[in-house]
């Protein structure tokens, strides 16, 4: 049953945050929050890529020794290398930019946000799989309330993550109900590929330190290559700093705490 409410939490918070476009007036956020939820989204994925990933793949690899954390570096840097490459090759639109990144297309701007969304929930649905996996194998350095935290981290920062996609959708002229749906399928990725990683446990687990240090690395490149940018363009970038400094504040309780 927990595994089945870890898989779920991440993407009932971004159900959560596609849903505002119910109950918000206005179909856009305010400057200031703007700069806020990106922020606040990089602290957690930030904490949650060095306390949920990284120190678990080191730990898992201690009987290396002082060699202990090549695995993690090796995985990292794969991780990395994985999201610039899909970065390149799947097109998509960040949410200010007009100008679309990837390969030339004649995509809806709304089908490209949609894009861009689901490509940086891709490591978060890996992440959360890998770390279950992991706690089905009886991997000791992975807690069931550790696992757990990381989902409820990643659902914390969906939330926002879901107004952002499902607000601009209907500013474009879409219905409310068709901004809410196409919110929520930016974050079917999660549940779907966290699912499949643990279906292929057996597979997962040998790899487990590579395999979670590469969901650390594809997170943090979605933080520096698009959220801190957002949050820190233009004016009032304090406030994005602020938002980051409380997402990782947060996350690093849960994961302190609960881990």
């Given at each position: 049953m927990?595994?089945?409410?870890?898989?779920?939490?991440?993407?009932?918070?971004?159900?959560?945050?596609?849903?505002?476009?119910?109950?918000?007036?206005k179909?856009?956020l305010?400057?200031?929050v703007?700069?806020?939820l990106?922020?606040?989204?990089?602290?957690?994925m930030?904490?949650?890529?060095?306390?949920?990933?990284?120190?678990?793949?080191?730990?898992?690899?201690?009987?290396?020794g002082k060699?202990?954390?090549?695995?993690?570096?090796v995985?990292?840097?794969?991780?990395?290398?994985f999201?610039?490459?899909?970065?390149?090759?799947?097109?998509?639109?960040?949410?200010?930019p007009?100008?679309?990144?990837?390969?030339?297309?004649?995509?809806?701007?709304?089908?490209?946000?949609v894009?861009?969304?689901?490509?940086?929930?891709?490591?978060?649905?890996?992440?959360?799989?890998?770390?279950?996996?992991?706690?089905?194998?009886?991997?000791?350095?992975?807690?069931?309330?550790?696992?757990?935290a990381?989902?409820?981290?990643?659902?914390?920062?969906?939330?926002?993550?879901?107004?952002?996609?499902s607000?601009?959708?209907?500013?474009e002229?879409?219905?409310?109900?068709?901004?809410?749906?196409?919110?929520?399928?930016s974050?079917?990725?999660?549940?779907?590929?966290?699912?499949?990683?643990?279906l292929?446990?057996?597979?997962?687990?040998?790899?487990?330190?590579?395999?979670?240090?590469?969901?650390?690395g594809?997170?943090?490149?979605?933080?520096?290559?698009?959220?801190?940018?957002?949050?820190?363009?233009?004016?009032?970038?304090?406030?994005?700093?602020?938002?980051?400094?409380?997402g990782?504040?947060i996350?690093?309780?849960?994961?302190?705490?609960?881990?």
């Amino acid at each position: 049953m927990y595994i089945l409410a870890g898989l779920l939490i991440p993407f009932l918070g971004t159900a959560l945050g596609a849903g505002s476009v119910f109950f918000l007036k206005k179909d856009e956020l305010k400057p200031l929050v703007q700069k806020a939820l990106p922020g606040f989204a990089s602290g957690v994925m930030v904490a949650a890529s060095v306390w949920s990933l990284l120190i678990p793949a080191m730990d898992a690899s201690s009987s290396m020794g002082k060699l202990a954390f090549l695995p993690a570096a090796v995985g990292f840097a794969l991780g990395i290398l994985f999201l610039l490459g899909m970065d390149r090759m799947v097109p998509h639109l960040h949410l200010n930019p007009e100008q679309p990144e990837g390969p030339g297309n004649k995509l809806k701007k709304t089908t490209m946000l949609v894009l861009a969304v689901t490509l940086h929930n891709i490591p978060e649905g890996m992440a959360v799989g890998v770390v279950f996996a992991g706690l089905l194998s009886g991997e000791q350095t992975i807690s069931r309330t550790g696992a757990l935290a990381l989902s409820l981290g990643i659902a914390i920062q969906n939330f926002p993550e879901g107004a952002i996609v499902s607000l601009p959708l209907k500013r474009e002229g879409g219905s409310r109900r068709k901004a809410f749906f196409q919110g929520l399928l930016s974050g079917i990725v999660e549940p779907v590929g966290a699912a499949v990683t643990i279906l292929l446990t057996g597979l997962v687990v040998p790899l487990l330190p590579y395999l979670l240090s590469f969901a650390a690395g594809a997170m943090i490149y979605v933080v520096v290559e698009e959220l801190l940018p957002e949050s820190s363009q233009g004016s009032h970038s304090n406030v994005g700093t602020l938002g980051f400094a409380l997402g990782f504040l947060i996350m690093m309780v849960l994961d302190v705490a609960l881990g």
